[in-house]
Structures are given as C-alpha cells and as structure tokens.
C-alpha cells in the first residue's frame, strides 16, 4: 500500500457526530528499553494487551580478526537506522509501528523476526508495510482533528509469539540523504496480545463458518438472490425466520446479544426495510438478500475500547474495497482474534475511535460487522481518507499483491454489497459520485465519480487493496448486481 502522504485538507461531514475523543497515552511517552510499557490494567481493562516498546539506534557488534581474536572497527551501521534487539516479551500475535505525528510517512522499511510460543523457533526477517497514511478518518471529522492520532505502518499478524526483534531502516537515496531526519518522531513497536476468543458459539452457514471454514456458496447456486426463488418461499417459515433475525428492524442495529445475523431471503429483507423504502423496493426491489453477517460481539469486540457514540454520513453510494496487509498466515479459525487485535491496535496504538472499516471479509468468505452503528445504517468509517463521506469501507484480511483471493472472497463481496447498497438504491455496476475531502489523487471539493464497487487505489495513490484483489472487482460487480435481481 505504497502512497504518498495524504494533504490535511479538511472535509465536511454533514452527519459526524462532533464528540471528543478519549486521548490514550502518547506514543512518545518515556519507558525502559528493558521493560514493555503496557496500557493500564485495571478492573474494567477489557480483555487483551499492548506491549510498547521505543525503537532505539542500533549499532552493529564489532567482527573479530579470524587469526588473532581481535575486535576490529566495526563497519558504519546504516544512518538513522532505529530497532529492538531480540528479546523475550509476553505472549502476542500482531505487530506494528507507530510513531508521534500521523501526518508524516515513514520513508524506509520495517522488518520484525518473531519467536512463536509453540515450538520455539524464530522466523526469517519479515516485511511491514509502512505505507498507511492512506487509510484514517478524514481531516474535518472530530476523529481526524484528534490529538490522540499517531502515524503507523500497517499490523502484521504473526500468531501466537513471545519474542520479537525489529529494525527499520531510513529509504536510500539523494532525497533523504540526511537519513537521520528520514525517520519519525517517537518510533515505537507495538505488540497486540488479541485476549481470548468469545466463549459463545457461532452457528455454521452456507455462507461460511468461522469454526470450520466452509467457502461461501457461488452466486449461480444461490436460489436467495434468484427472485422467483423467493416469491416461492414457505411465507409463514419466512415470517418466523424475519422475526428470529431481528436486528432492530430499520436501525439496523444488532441485538446486544447477538453474535450472528442470519442470512435472509429478498422478502425477509424488503420486509425489514421502514414503510416508505419497502413501497418503493416492492416495486422495483433492487435489492440483495442480506447475508450473514458475524457481529461484533461474535468475533468478540469490547465495547469498552471504542468511542461511546457513533457518526453517521448521509448515505451509502460506493464501496471501497481494501486487503488489511496483514499477511495471509491465518487460519479462518483465528479470523476473530485478527479482527480482535487491529480493532486494539487502531484505537489503542493508532488513536481511532473504532475499528477503521465499516465490514470485513476473511479468507472463507465469513462476513463481519466492523465499525460500530448499525449495519444497515450509513456509518462514518476511517478507511479511504478523503472519501469516508457516503461511501463503507470493506476489508479483506490478508495481503494480495501476489496471492489471489479465494472465490469465497469474491462471493462475499459481492453479497454484502448487494445488500448495503441496494438499501441506498444503488447499482453495483453503476457510476457515482463523490466530493473529495483532500488526499494525493484528487483536491479538496474535487467531485470524482467511482464505479459503485471500487478499490481503495481509485481514489487515493495506494497498492491497496493487492493487485490480485483489485482485479477481481469487476466479478464483484457482475455477481453483486445479480444478486439485486438486476440482469
């Protein structure tokens, strides 16, 4: 996800909630070396840890001359290179760096060995990716004015460790000759220690299931988005399905204890639409089959870690489709414990005050609630900066730059947005508009119009989300549209 740093160009949004952000302790502050720096424990601390540590010179040792065992003049270490020896922590499973001002990009690479609990045995040197100021809410919004905001690169999950070692290296070149100063401010290594899995169960799926990690079903074989499969559905099992899955009818808000959202027919799903929308949906019902949906409390957030109130925009025009560069060394098992840790690192380490994306998708087409505030309604995310206005952020876990996707992935996709932008009246296939906020492609004010179902790389210079993904966006589209009884 290579870009260029976002302009800070402030955007408007007409239904943000204006609500101050709980400042969380500055990425700066001192700490031994020795000793991880660890947000509060306390009673009410939710479940999970951050391990923080500050990025320190690192200077190499001095070779021996073979012959006669002498230390001899250690070579020049790179300029400005900052790290962490190896060393023992406690148990995590995700790993960042964050640094003071979330307006300065780090010009370098980020490389961590790991140690897993398991067997002992330490990885190879493994990449970060450092290019992430493209994702984060919107200058004008209260969640992008906030003090709190830190720069970062993007999480990588590593799984069960307890040792780390970590070096990052300033870019060469003419332009950062002075190396020194190509670094950050406030360089620190964030450990994510996800906490335990939820104890309830969540129920198995057509769909995808988080314990067995069945594949999504394909479009083609899905008699839910075929109309006439609908229309001849058994009314009084549909009517007692709707009332079994309700979510709060037109808030679209999940029940407190809810750790699943069944999927629904097209009926079921123009049945729970408020009056004025269903009159019009019955006559032209535009408009994808709800798919099941894991809430928040199913892959286990605290509620305690985010912002109390939510932010809403005025509507849902577009889809940006993102990869969490996370890596795709997890198993559809530990999806929830990957949700669990970039939801604490984005508002423990990075300053968010949620979880950054409005859904997510892992590898067996399992669909997830993201940011909290309804998943019908259209809630204010911090996915694409300059365009969170109007438009959801969709992450899929992994990194596809040079892995392709599973079809299950593409079936889900296409399945989340038939649904959330068929209650807006949009075509997956179509064309919209949106009103730049500021970023590195397009101005402050600038209208841009975006296919319906886009990438993140269309509306800010970024790899996000992975070639390999990004190409497969137009059967997203097609399957999409088809599910919202479209030809």
Same mark, same amino acid.
């Given at each position: ?5 976002? !302009? !800070? ?13 709980? @400042? ?7 700490? +031994? ?7 509060? +424990?306390?009673? %009410? ?37 900052? =790290? ?9 499973? &995700?790993?960042? $760096?964050?640094?003071?001002? %979330? ?40 969640? =992008? ?22 070096? $990052? #290296? ?62 001849? +559905? ?38 729970? &639409? ?9 006559? *032209? ?27 809403? /925009? ?24 990957? @949700? ?55 992450? $899929? ?9 599973? %079809?299950?992935?593409?079936? +889900?996709?296409?399945? &989340? ?17 949106? /009103? ?10 600038? *209208?841009? *119009? ?17 070639? #390999?993904?990004?190409?497969?966006? =137009?059967?997203?589209? !097609?399957? !999409? %549209? ?6």
């Amino acid at each position: 996800m290579r870009a260029y740093l976002a !302009s !800070s160009i402030a955007v408007t949004c007409a239904a943000a909630l204006a609500v101050p952000l709980a @400042l969380t302790t500055p990425a700066g502050a001192a700490a +031994a070396p020795a000793a991880p720096r660890v947000h509060p +424990a306390a009673p %009410a601390e939710p479940a999970g840890s951050t391990q923080s540590f500050p990025l320190e010179p690192l200077a190499r040792p001095a070779p021996l001359d073979a012959p006669r065992g002498r230390a001899l003049t250690p070579p020049a270490a790179p300029a400005g290179e900052r =790290g962490l020896a190896r060393r023992d922590v406690r148990p995590f499973s &995700l790993v960042g $760096v964050v640094w003071n001002d %979330a307006r300065t990009p780090l010009h370098g690479t980020v490389q961590v060995r790991t140690r897993a609990t398991a067997d002992g045995a330490w990885t190879g040197w493994q990449d970060v990716e450092t290019h992430n100021e493209e994702h984060g809410a919107d200058p004008g919004t209260p969640e =992008g004015r906030s003090r709190a905001l830190r720069g970062a690169t993007a999480p990588l999950w590593v799984g069960d460790s307890d040792g780390v070692e970590v070096r $990052v #290296r300033p870019e060469a070149g003419p332009e950062h000759a002075a190396a020194a100063a190509a670094l950050p401010a406030g360089l620190r290594l964030e450990l994510v220690d996800p906490g335990p899995d939820p104890a309830s169960e969540r129920a198995a799926d057509p769909a995808g299931d988080p314990v067995s990690g069945r594949p999504a079903a394909d479009p083609a074989a899905d008699s839910a988005a075929d109309p006439a499969a609908d229309s001849a +559905a058994d009314p009084a099992a549909g009517a007692s399905r709707t009332r079994a899955a309700a979510v709060g009818g037109s808030t679209g808000l999940a029940p407190s204890d809810a750790t699943v959202l069944p999927a629904l027919t097209r009926a079921e799903t123009l049945a729970e &639409l408020p009056g004025a929308n269903r009159a019009a949906r019955a006559a *032209k019902p535009y408009i994808g089959p709800r798919p099941k949906i894991i809430t928040r409390k199913g892959w286990g957030a605290d509620e305690r870690l985010r912002e109390k109130a939510f932010g809403y /925009t005025k509507s849902v025009k577009a889809a940006f489709v993102h990869h969490s560069a996370t890596g795709n060394n997890y198993s559809c098992k530990q999806a929830p414990s990957v @949700l669990r840790s970039i939801y604490r690192y984005h508002v423990k380490s990075l300053g968010w005050r949620d979880f950054g994306y409005n859904f997510a998708v892992d590898k067996c087409g399992n669909i997830y609630e993201g940011r909290a505030g309804g998943v019908a309604k259209p809630v204010l995310g911090a996915h694409t900066l300059g365009f969170n206005t109007n438009s959801m952020g969709v992450v $899929v876990l992994g990194t596809f730059g040079s892995t392709t996707p599973p %079809a299950a992935v593409v079936t +889900a996709v296409a399945k &989340l947005t038939a649904w959330k932008l068929g209650l807006y009246g949009v075509n997956p296939k179509g064309k919209v508009t949106l /009103t730049s906020g500021g970023g590195n492609l397009y101005k402050k004010g600038r *209208k841009v *119009k975006f296919n319906a179902i886009a990438g993140h790389r269309d509306g800010f210079a970024t790899e996000c989300p992975g070639g #390999r993904l990004y190409n497969k966006l =137009g059967t997203a589209r !097609s399957s !999409s %549209a088809k599910y919202q009884g479209r030809r």
